[in-house]
Each structure stands twice: as C-alpha cells, then as structure tokens.
T-cell receptor
Framework: GQQVMQIPQYQHVQEGEDFTTYCNSSTTLSNIQWYKQRPGGHPVFLIQLVKSGEVKKQKRLTFQFGEAKKNSSLHITATQTTDVGTYFCAGMGTNAGKSTFGDGTTLTVKP | DSGVTQTPKHLITATGQRVTLRCSPRSGDLSVYWYQQSLDQGLQFLIQYYNGEERAKGNILERFSAQQFPDLHSELNLSSLELGDSALYFC????????????????FGAGSRLTVL
C-alpha cells in the first residue's frame, strides 16, 4: 500500500532559525496536504498542493510539491515560539479516496 | 471551534470494557473519518464513511467497529478494551466534490482521550 515517510521526526531550533520538514511518498500523489497540530490540540489544515512543482507561501511558511509529485516540503523562515507543534503531511494517491498521513515532524523552538 | 463535535472529551475505563465515541461532522460534510493517535505517535487511519456507507478501511482492529447514521453523525465502538487502546481518537469530516475544490481537506474534532486502566 501507499506509504508516506516524513523526516525528521523531531527538530529543535533556536528562535529565529529556519526549519524544514520533508515528506516522501512511495507512489505518485494526486495531491498533498499539510496540517499542524499544536501541543494538546488537534490537527488543523494548513494548505493543499495539487500541481507538479507547485510552490505556495503563507507568510513565513513555504510549501513545495515535487516535480514527480512524490515528495513535498514545508519550510519555515525565522521560526517563532508560536510555530511549535507537530507538522503532518498527508498524501492522496491517484487511485485512493483517502489521504495517508506521514508520522509528523515535531518542532520545538527555544526562545 | 472547528465545527466537528466529539464526545466525550475524556473517558477512563477498565480493561475488558466497551465504550462508544461519538462524532458530529461539520454541517454539510458527508464524509467522516476516524483516526487513532497514541502518545507521541502519528495519526493512524481507522475507517471512513461517506453518507452512511463504509468507504475505506485502515488498520482497524476487529474489536473496533463504526457506523454512520442517517443524520450523518458517526459512532466508533471499542470493545474488549486493552491497555494499548489508550489513545486520542480523532474524528474528521470532509465535504464532497473534487480534490481540487478541497473536497478531501479534513476538519478535525478536538478528539476523545481514552484511558484504559
């Protein structure tokens, strides 16, 4: 079945440093989504990428979808303490009706 | 408030017992998904319903069952509970349409935290 790998599992940064999490699928994806789960909270949708090579930005967050539609990344510039949480990618296969979540990257930010 | 309502928020029970978790999807959403999240773990997909019918099944144990009712709310039944079933159980809902229209974007509820002692 479809597998979605996410690395790293944990990332500790100093406030102001950049952060990147990577997502890789074993199969070609129809689209990929990113969610953020704050400590003690529930996952909240951030963005969806559909097109090959697509790049989207949300303030300090930059999301990319690979040309082959098998990988994606989330980059945060100049992290802030409000960025702490676990970031999940979720990829939808070309034949599947549901998305497969990666295991998430937990970001901690030291002030 | 995401619009997805889950009850109860917390539940403590003993091994061997049976519990029912309830979910009301966001108004207008026809799909309901159940996920299990153990401590510091990822989101394990359990099952999906669409307009009352089972659409997809993940790693759901035989001791677990779910259904979606005509009013679109869903219930997840967990029986013969074991210590390892202790986890956060999330319900999510999504709308209809094509992925390009955002149809498969999930809106999660706040979760039901189950503790099995």
């Amino acid at each position: 079945g479809q597998q979605v790998m996410q690395i790293p599992q944990y990332q500790h940064v100093q406030e102001g440093e950049d952060f990147t999490t990577y997502c890789n699928s074993s199969t070609t994806l129809s689209n990929i989504q990113w969610y953020k789960q704050r400590p003690g909270g529930h996952p909240v949708f951030l963005i969806q990428l559909v097109k090959s090579g697509e790049v989207k930005k949300q303030k300090r967050l930059t999301f990319q979808f690979g040309e082959a539609k098998k990988n994606s990344s989330l980059h945060i510039t100049a992290t802030q303490t409000t960025d702490v949480g676990t970031y999940f990618c979720a990829g939808m296969g070309t034949n599947a009706g549901k998305s497969t979540f990666g295991d998430g990257t937990t970001l901690t930010v030291k002030p | 408030d995401s619009g997805v309502t889950q009850t109860p928020k917390h539940l403590i029970t003993a091994t061997g017992q049976r519990v029912t978790l309830r979910c009301s999807p966001r108004s207008g959403d026809l799909s309901v998904y159940w996920y299990q999240q153990s401590l510091d773990q990822g989101l394990q997909f359990l099952i999906q319903y669409y307009n009352g019918e089972e659409r997809a099944k993940g790693n759901i144990l035989e001791r677990f069952s779910a259904q979606q009712f005509p009013d679109l709310h869903s219930e997840l039944n967990l029986s013969s509970l074991e210590l390892g079933d202790s986890a956060l159980y999330f319900c999510a809902s999504s709308t209809t349409g094509t992925p390009r229209s955002g149809a498969n974007v999930l809106t999660f509820g706040a979760g039901s935290r189950l503790t099995v002692l």
